[in-house]
């Protein structure tokens, strides 16, 4: 009896040793992937989001139940630079847009809540836009953090539409955050560097171009709370983002055409 105890003990420990071994390899076979695991990444700021936000998120599920989307579009998502472009659909004429941006959320809100914000959607390239992680406040997010969650939310798109590419678009300097802006100046470096190291994803540079002469916000872009865009604001922030979507887009689409050609035809 007593050797059959401690064959049984030993079975166990070894059942769950491989449990943990196969846990491991699994979550490691994901992150090669580059599907992210939710709890690793999520837990801390799950609650805080869904409190927050929930509300909003709801709102912007009743607009994907009852808007059509246009076909080949740009989904936007992000913080209120975002929600406030009254004039997107004209500003990124001819590419034609989804827009998804709500409040002031941080990478951690876009992240708890990306799947509910991109599944809805076939869209042609995604842009991402968020400004509120770095605010000069102890609760600011590092660059690890917010590296770690853009990951995420790269991961969810890519797992919902591999082909589509990715735009991260660099935080803008305000006057209103001005004294977190060497802060705000390393998450912009990190997103760039996300960038440079992920497949088809893109970095949108825009600071320079809301900077003076002498290194300060351009405040003649900002409304009266010298943190959100302007008309005139907006203006450039779409001609930088067009831009850059039309380098990456023609490209994209010229290099599927040429890959279903025939080799009768590529021949000639």
Not at 196 to 207: H, K, N, R
Request: charged share 25%; glycine share 4%.
């Amino acid at each position: 009896m007593r050797c059959f105890v401690l064959l049984w003990l030993v079975a166990s420990a070894a059942n769950a040793q491989d449990s943990i071994v196969q846990k491991n390899i699994d979550e490691s076979a994901l992150r090669v992937s580059g599907i992210i695991p939710d709890a690793a990444v999520l837990a801390p700021y799950r609650a805080k989001a869904v409190e927050k936000w929930g509300k909003e998120i709801k709102k912007i599920e009743a607009r994907d139940a009852t808007e059509v989307d246009p076909e080949d579009a740009i989904l936007f998502i992000g913080s209120s630079s975002i929600r406030r472009w009254a004039d997107i659909a004209t500003d990124m004429a001819p590419f034609l847009t989804i827009q998804r941006g709500y409040g002031g959320s941080k990478y951690s809100d876009v992240a708890v809540f990306a799947k509910r914000l991109l599944r809805p959607h076939q869209y042609q390239a995604l842009a991402i836009f968020v400004g509120n992680d770095v605010k000069g406040k102890p609760e600011d997010h590092t660059p690890d953090q917010v590296e770690e969650l853009a990951r995420y939310v790269i991961s969810v798109s890519k797992s919902h539409q591999p082909e589509a590419p990715i735009f991260l678009i660099e935080v803008t300097p305000t006057s209103k955050r001005y004294a977190a802006w060497p802060s705000i100046r390393k998450v912009n470096e990190r997103l760039r560097k996300i960038a440079l190291s992920t497949p088809s994803t893109y970095f949108i540079a825009t600071a320079e171009h809301y900077l003076n002469a002498q290194g300060k916000p351009r405040d003649e872009l900002f409304v009266s709370d010298r943190l959100h865009l302007n008309e005139a604001g907006y203006d450039q922030w779409a001609t930088l983002i067009r831009n850059r979507l039309s380098e990456i887009l023609p490209s994209k689409r010229k290099n599927e055409a040429a890959s279903v050609e025939s080799p009768e035809s590529s021949g000639n």
